[in-house]
């Protein structure tokens, strides 16, 4: 490595960080600004693109009634809205509904679709939804009522009845749109989008107008991406790295209202989509009103905007403490399962719009696939469960052939998080089939697992030109893991708890430099344990996330500690 000018030297480093995530050499210039031009695929390469394109155009030019129908979570928001901000650039108005995530569920429900036929709407889009509606999509077909599907969940070998089924995770998908199967619904819809620009382009739509600015969508791509857990590799990361930069512009007047919602006095980073702007988004679709984050996605009403902005803060705060409680109770019954490969945790009164959100805390707590389930979620009597995975256990295909096995009412998901529908007296015998079908790949996966560490350092060297450094090789998430570096040896010089329990540590080096260090959720865990008991003589290293803490009155870099390891 060169060490004789700074720019060299970030340029070596960001190369490294590059090749260490399996970019060839070849094409690292290519990775290292990630542009839509240098990713993005012909959307006609996927089965069905073309003819939902032309369906779409076709509304536009004659003036049909659209519809958008898409999912409570931020995915199913930010594609609705990309959809209808679409055609409202178009010239043309669209509707959009989202379900009721209790009284309605999860997808689109043949009722709903026959109802917003006879109200006038001859097309529905559906987004982030639909690719399992085999029943509600034959009944809209009956009615008359065309559907196009856009979607990214797995699919069964018969796909239900619609005018088009895009969705880069059909089994009969291209080999180069398969390839694409890790995109968020929002990528998709993004897609069908140039789809449809080109298709009217070519019917000479806009021989006498202009035609949208898809870039200025962009910042909806990133954000359902980055909330819905894609990974963040390929087209994603183009799409989230492109997006970023138009969400900075603050253009979409919903998203700027967020932003400031959730007190950003910057632009936001890729992990402020998943920590401050999509909760926000989520908590509307979990305990409050389902439609909101599209509506502040796309009025224009700067008051509007800032009104909604605060409703789903308000109402973040709230699902933080229903969590609280359904994560206690969950939590409980975990040591009866030790024995379990997978975790099917379940109890009554427990709140359907957290259970996917304490999932996701179980799993991360305990390493394995967890599904956390709403006893008497539904009129029938039903369980709701919200299952989580972890890398290399595909959950969303167990869930699948689980329903197809008599086990489920309903199911499905991808491979990272699953939904399902169970009749409580199946609970036993799906826990029973979950763990002998998935126990093999679950042990694989867990002696798998390793702290892979991309650089180490003496605690002078943790500076906020470093921290630049390396989150210039990002955007980072799922599939492409942001830089985890050990700081040491290091002695600490004040330990204690923030919050409720985060662990905060004061570490100095050999050196003579200290830094700030903090364990997130971790003061009843044995890394959480070892810092508070660990006496001012010890020496240790640290390892982490380097991240700017821009609180104080000049910017300092932290670590984030993922772990620790004592050296004397």
């Not at 999912?71 to 594609?79: C, E, K, P, R």
């Not at 010239?91 to 309605?104: M, V």
């Amino acid at each position: 490595m060169n060490m004789g000018g700074g720019a060299t030297l970030d340029h070596d480093l960001v190369t490294q960080l590059l090749l260490s995530r399996g970019v060839a050499p070849d094409d690292v210039e290519r990775h290292r600004n990630p542009s839509l031009r240098a990713f993005l695929p012909d959307p006609s390469t996927f089965r069905d693109m073309d003819i939902a394109a032309e369906r779409i155009a076709q509304a536009v030019m004659t003036g049909e009634r659209v519809t958008v129908y898409g999912d409570y979570d931020v995915d199913g928001a930010t594609s609705a809205a990309l959809l209808v901000l679409l055609l409202r650039n178009l010239g043309h108005e669209a509707g959009y509904y989202i379900p009721d995530r209790l009284l309605e569920g999860y997808g689109p429900s043949g009722e709903a679709l026959v109802r917003l036929g006879q109200e006038g709407s001859s097309l529905i889009v559906t987004v982030d939804c639909g690719a399992m509606a085999h029943q509600a999509l034959a009944m809209a077909h009956q009615a008359g009522v065309d559907v196009i599907v856009v979607d990214h969940h797995k699919c069964a070998a018969e796909l239900p009845r619609a005018v088009a089924l895009v969705n880069p995770n059909r089994l009969d998908e291209t080999d180069e749109g398969a390839r694409h199967g890790h995109l968020a619904a929002v990528g998709v819809a993004f897609l069908l989008a140039i789809a449809t620009v080109r298709t009217l382009r070519q019917h000479g739509h806009f021989q006498s107008r202009s035609e949208p600015d898809l870039f200025a969508l962009l910042d909806l791509v990133a954000l359902g991406t980055v909330a819905d857990v894609a990974a963040l590799h390929g087209l994603n990361r183009a799409l989230v790295a492109q997006g970023l930069k138009v969400m900075g512009r603050r253009e979409n007047v919903g998203m700027a209202a967020l932003i400031d919602a959730s007190r950003l006095s910057r632009a936001p980073t890729c992990s402020d989509l998943g920590f401050a702007l999509g909760p926000r988004i989520n908590a509307g679709g979990r305990v409050g009103e389902s439609t909101l984050g599209v509506r502040l996605l796309t009025t224009t009403d700067p008051d509007e905007a800032r009104a909604i902005a605060a409703q789903l803060s308000a109402l973040n705060e709230e699902r933080r403490a229903i969590e609280a409680a359904v994560q206690e109770a969950a939590e409980a019954q975990v040591d009866a399962q030790h024995n379990r490969a997978v975790l099917v945790l379940a109890g009554r009164g427990w709140h359907p719009g957290v259970i996917g959100i304490v999932a996701g805390r179980i799993k991360e707590k305990t390493g394995k696939p967890t599904l956390v389930i709403a006893l008497d979620a539904d009129e029938a009597g039903n369980g709701k469960g919200s299952g989580r995975s972890i890398s290399g256990v595909d959950l969303g295909a167990a869930i699948i052939a689980a329903r197809e096995q008599g086990l489920l009412v309903a199911g499905g998901g991808h491979a990272m998080a699953a939904g399902l529908t169970v009749q409580p007296d199946q609970l036993g015998a799906l826990g029973d089939w979950l763990d002998e079908r998935l126990s093999g790949a679950v042990t694989a996966a867990m002696a798998n697992q390793a702290l892979l560490l991309d650089l180490a350092l003496a605690p002078g060297g943790l500076a906020p030109a470093l921290v630049e450094t390396l989150e210039s090789a990002g955007p980072f998430g799922v599939g492409w893991p942001g830089p985890r570096i050990a700081v040491g040896p290091v002695h600490p010089v004040k330990v204690d708890l923030v919050g409720t329990d985060h662990v905060r540590l004061i570490a100095r080096g050999e050196d003579g430099a200290s830094f700030k260090a903090i364990a997130f959720r971790s003061a009843h865990t044995d890394l959480g344990q070892a810092l508070l008991h660990a006496s001012s003589g010890r020496r240790l290293w640290l390892a982490g996330r380097a991240r700017i803490d821009d609180w104080a009155s000049r910017p300092q870099a932290e670590l984030h500690l993922e772990d620790a390891a004592f050296i004397d």
